[in-house]
Structures are given as structure tokens and as C-alpha cells.
């Protein structure tokens, strides 16, 4: 490599850290906003919310009561209600209002937040580019690397999921501030400087099957925060069913999430359509075994994690498609295939020597 080239690629690795900072200082102001979402949120009074989760299930929805313009008789027209079954069956109740709680200044401080996170994932995108164009390869080859691609990516889940007209800005706090941990840890104690890859990993299946594990990592994260939401959310409504009156706190958070079935539905559906992907993942990385070692499989540690991942998953679905396992049981199997997950990405990178610690962190 000339001087000349590897000036260029110096220039572009510094250009990618300073991107990525600048992105972390973005999603710091998008926190922010969130934060003030929640907060003036909790202001309003969720009434409809309240009166639900209070009352009978099932019950009708309150009547609104409007005066005609000439003084005459009142005409009583029947509220529209949004339900969705609860995963159990037992209960009806409609969704929450959304972080915002039908506050205006809440809402007007969730749509600067999402412009905010838009704006810090183009940067941070630029910056995982400029990565790739600094070492002239797929920005995966260490630790560092796949944190700010898997972060990326999972910001461009919600998004998208955004534009397809999905309510799930409930999701924004807890994603931004996920981000802003996954990039502190990459910056901080996984930073590798750009380098090539070992030869024998110099291959389009590089391409094929790490972007498709990190695809899949972002989507079960996803359905990994709303199922630990869903548990929350059904909490709360078991105790108010059973009489009991959670704190203030609580109230005001729960209140405004998506009732536990709408979690529970929606934790189950991006689960369910990314697990062909994962299935996809493990067939790609045997392939590329094959390839580069000479051997599809080796039960390598990340290989063999993988498959328990896969295991996992796997029973969760299956428990979710039998009627006893819904619920609660159901969702702590996904939270424990989440954890699998979560392991194979950071723990056997890091602290498991195998095939795959070519780049150590």
C-alpha cells in the first residue's frame, strides 16, 4: 500500500470516530428530548386508560354526551375503544395513549426526539461507511466494529417500523438509551483500530452471513425490550384486576404503554418473522466454514452458541403455539433466548477462545 493510500485511510478511520462521537452527542440530545416526553406526559390525565384497567372487563366504553347548538335534547353517542386481547384471554383493555399521555408539549418533545434520532443515525450510518472505506472492506472484522453496525442497524428497525405507521415510539427511550450504552462501550473498551482481515475471512459469505447476524440481533433486541415491557405491563394490570393500587410511579408509566396483549402480540410477530433469518444466519456461517476451514461445522464456541440461540428460539415459538405456555412462561423463554443471544455476541467474543476470537474484541 502507498503512503499516499494509507494517509487516505487514516484520514477516514479518524473522520469515522469523529462521526461516531458526533452521533453519541445527537442521541444524548434525543434522550433528552424522550426524557422530557415522559415527564410532561405523566402530566395528563389518562382517564379512559385508568377507567378500563379499573373497571370490568369487557365493560362498555363511556358514552359522550353532546349538547346541540339550539338547546336541544342531549344525543349520546358511544365512545370508539381500541382493544386487544391480553395473551392470557382474560382480560380486554385498550392501549395506552403513548409516552406523550395526550399531552401536546409531551408530544411535540417524542417528535423532536424521533428527528433527533434520525438525524444521529445518518451520522452515525456516515460513520460506519466511512469505517468500511478506511479498511476497504465490510465493517465487521472486531468488536468495535460490529457495536456500531448493530447499533445502527437497530436504530433503523425502529425507524422503519416508524415510517410503516407502527405505534411504537414507547420504544424510543429505551432504544436511545440502550445506543448511547452499546457506542460508550465500543468508543471506550472495545476500540480496535482499523486492520485487515486473516485471510482465509476474505470472502463475499462476510458480507452474507454477518450482516444478516447483526440484522438479526437488532430485531430479537427489539422483541426483547417489548416482551420485558409486556411482563411489567401485566403486572400492573393483575394487581389493579386483583384490587390492589400500584404506586404513583408506576401508574403513570404503565398507564401509557400498549395494553400487555399488544405487547405480547407485537414481541411475538418480529420474533417469529426474523427466526427464518436467524435459521438463514447458522446455514450461511456452516457454509462459510466450509469455505474458509474445510469443515461446515466444528462446534466451535460460537457456532455451538449460536445453535443454542436458534434452540432457544425455537422453543419459544413452539411454546407460544401451545396453549398452555402463552403469557408469562412464554416470555421469560424469550427473554432467556435473548440471553443466549446477548452471550454469543459479547461473551464468547470476548472472554472464549475459538475460530471466531481471529480479531480478538
Known amino acids: 500500500m502507498s503512503l499516499a493510500a494509507a494517509a487516505t485511510n487514516e484520514s477516514l478511520a479518524n473522520t469515522s470516530n469523529v462521526l461516531i462521537y458526533s452521533a453519541m452527542a445527537v442521541y444524548m440530545l434525543a434522550f433528552f428530548a424522550h426524557i422530557a416526553e415522559w415527564l410532561f406526559g405523566s402530566r395528563s390525565k389518562v382517564s379512559r386508560t385508568a377507567s378500563a384497567l379499573t373497571g370490568e372487563a369487557g365493560a362498555a366504553a363511556p358514552a359522550v354526551q353532546v349538547k346541540s347548538a339550539q338547546g336541544g335534547s342531549t344525543a349520546v353517542l358511544d365512545r370508539p375503544r381500541v382493544v386487544t386481547r391480553s395473551a392470557s384471554g382474560s382480560r380486554d383493555l385498550p392501549d395506552g395513549p403513548g409516552a406523550a399521555g395526550d399531552d ?46 448493530f447499533s ?23 432504544l436511545v438509551t440502550t445506543v448511547l450504552l452499546d457506542l460508550g462501550l465500543a468508543v471506550t473498551v472495545l476500540y480496535t483500530a482499523s486492520d485487515q482481515l486473516v485471510p482465509a475471512l476474505h470472502s463475499y459469505w462476510l458480507w452474507i452471513h454477518v450482516s444478516t447476524a447483526i440484522f438479526c440481533g437488532a430485531v430479537f433486541y ?18 389493579l384486576a386483583a384490587g390492589g393500587k400500584p404506586g404513583a410511579f408506576a401508574t403513570s408509566v404503565m398507564e401509557r404503554l400498549p395494553a400487555s396483549g399488544s405487547l405480547d402480540k407485537f414481541a411475538y410477530r418480529v420474533n417469529a418473522a426474523v427466526f427464518p433469518l436467524w435459521t438463514f444466519t447458522i446455514i450461511a456461517g456452516a457454509i462459510w466454514a466450509g469455505q474458509a476451514w474445510g469443515r461446515y461445522w466444528n462446534w466451535d464456541p460460537k457456532e455451538t452458541w449460536s445453535f443454542i440461540t436458534w434452540v432457544a428460539y425455537a422453543c419459544y415459538l413452539h411454546a407460544r403455539a401451545t396453549a398452555g405456555w402463552k403469557g408469562r412462561k412464554a416470555a421469560y423463554l424469550a427473554l432467556i433466548a435473548f440471553g443466549c443471544w446477548l452471550f454469543n455476541y459479547y461473551g464468547v467474543n470476548i472472554f472464549v477462545t475459538g475460530k471466531h476470537s481471529y480479531a480478538g474484541v
Open 222 to 239: 427489539v422483541g426483547a425490550v417489548a416482551t420485558l415491557l409486556y411482563l411489567f405491563r401485566e403486572r400492573y394490570e393483575s394487581k
Open 152 to 174: 445502527t442497524v437497530a436504530v433503523a428497525v425502529y425507524l422503519t417500523l416508524l415510517v410503516l405507521k407502527k405505534n411504537i415510539r414507547w420504544l424510543g427511550l429505551p
Open 104 to 149: 401536546a408539549q409531551g408530544d411535540l418533545y417524542g417528535r423532536i426526539a424521533v428527528s433527533l434520532t434520525v438525524l444521529a443515525f445518518v451520522v452515525e450510518a456516515a460513520g460506519v461507511v466511512a469505517r468500511a472505506l478506511s479498511v476497504q472492506r465490510a465493517p465487521w472484522g472486531n468488536m468495535y466494529e460490529f457495536n456500531i453496525t
